[in-house]
């Protein structure tokens, strides 16, 4: 009899450690999310999609799904994030991270540079989700983009809807003030290439003095004029073989002149845009809007916006 319960004794103690053992499932989870929080993201996603694979039916298989897109827009695999995060929402159209798969899709295909479809996506976004915590940013964002292309006005427009729409949001106070701060665009100073092609056109390189280019301007101008004064002086000596090359390449320098008296105004007009969206950017990053997002639900560290300052 004590030989039976010693047994049964030592038989319940050795069973008790085995049924403590976690299952391989969570092991496996576990693995991929200690890659994830290390920051080794193409090997996360690639334990996340084994885990999908050999356990469809798991808890969370959407979040699991949720990780392999973020895994790869954190590596910067964003094609492969954007069809990961569409994998996601026509495999779990009713899971509550739909609408973060959504916005995401759309941060992707701006750091693709892909602007226009970003701008429609995140349109969509705010169509589909308009009460979502996330909506300010993708708003917001909406007006970083047009600011990018030079899109002065609709840049302000945008910012002044997220005032207005989203008073309480830490987003507001920002963009009335960059709505403000755009309006004042036609300020800036600005060359005509017209009047500075022209210029060039009359007198070789005064269309570059015109736009500050006052060397480059004095060089076309001794260059233009030297070789047609010795392209006419051979033709006076009837030395064609001589005038005849020597002007066209006066005619050569002639039309380079006016073509960089345009372009020096171009880019005069140009760079006080880009000093000008330089000081936008500078107060967008100072905001400490980005800061200020709320994590995503089991602290998916996941890359929101990466800004391209």
């Given at each position: 009899?004590?030989?039976?319960?010693?047994?049964?004794v030592?038989?319940?103690?050795?069973?008790i450690p085995?049924?403590a053992?976690?299952?391989?499932?969570r092991?496996?989870?576990a693995?991929a999310?200690?890659l994830f929080?290390?920051g080794?993201?193409?090997?996360?996603a690639?334990?996340?999609k084994?885990?999908?694979?050999?356990?469809?039916?798991?808890p969370?298989?959407?979040?699991?799904?949720?990780?392999v897109?973020?895994?790869?827009q954190?590596a910067?695999?964003l094609?492969?994030a954007i069809?990961?995060?569409?994998l996601?929402?026509?495999t779990?159209p009713?899971s509550?991270?739909v609408?973060?798969?959504t916005?995401?899709i759309a941060?992707?295909q701006?750091l693709l540079?892909?602007?226009?479809?970003g701008?429609?996506s995140?349109?969509r976004?705010?169509s589909?989700y308009?009460?979502s915590?996330?909506?300010?940013?993708?708003?917001?964002t909406i007006?970083?983009?047009?600011m990018?292309?030079g899109?002065w006005?609709?840049?302000?427009?945008?910012?002044?809807?997220?005032f207005v729409?989203?008073?309480e949001?830490p987003f507001?106070d920002?963009?009335?003030?960059?709505a403000r701060a755009?309006?004042t665009?036609?300020?800036?100073?600005r060359?005509?290439?017209?009047?500075?092609?022209?210029?060039?056109?009359v007198i070789?390189?005064?269309?570059?003095?015109?736009?500050?280019r006052?060397?480059?301007g004095l060089y076309a101008?001794v260059?233009?004029?030297?070789?047609s004064?010795a392209s006419i002086?051979?033709?006076?000596?009837g030395?064609?073989?001589?005038?005849?090359?020597?002007?066209l390449?006066?005619?050569f320098?002639?039309g380079?002149?006016?073509?960089?008296?345009?372009r020096a105004?171009e880019?005069f007009s140009?760079?006080?845009e880009a000093r000008?969206r330089?000081r936008?950017q500078?107060?967008?990053r100072?905001?400490?809007l980005?800061?200020?997002l709320?994590p995503v639900?089991d602290?998916?560290?996941?890359?929101?916006?990466?800004?391209r300052?």
């Open positions: 009899m004590k030989t039976v319960l010693s047994v049964s030592f038989a319940l103690l050795y069973a085995l049924c053992q976690p299952s391989p499932e092991v496996q989870a693995f999310d200690s929080q290390e080794d993201y193409l090997n996360a690639r334990e996340y084994r885990l999908l694979f050999q356990h469809p039916h798991a969370r298989s959407d979040f699991i799904a949720f990780r897109a973020a895994s790869y954190n910067g695999k094609e492969h069809r990961a995060y569409r996601l929402l026509d779990y009713k509550i991270l609408e973060r798969a916005n995401n941060q992707c701006i540079d892909d602007n226009e479809q701008i429609a995140l349109e976004f705010l589909d308009s009460d915590d996330l909506a300010p940013l993708a708003h917001f007006g970083m983009l047009h990018n292309k899109q006005m609709q840049a302000g427009t945008v910012w002044h809807d997220v729409t989203y008073p949001s507001a920002v963009s009335d003030r960059l755009v309006k665009v036609d300020t800036l100073p060359l005509s290439p017209a009047v500075a092609g022209m210029l060039s056109a070789p390189g005064s269309g570059q003095i015109y736009s500050g006052t060397t480059e101008f260059t233009v004029t030297l070789l004064s002086y051979y033709a006076d000596r030395r064609y073989e001589v005038a005849v090359p020597v002007g390449l006066g005619l320098f002639y380079d002149s006016i073509y960089r008296g345009i105004a880019a140009t760079q006080h000008f330089t936008i500078r107060q967008i100072e905001s400490g980005f800061g200020a709320a639900a602290d998916v560290q996941l890359v929101l916006w990466r800004a300052f």
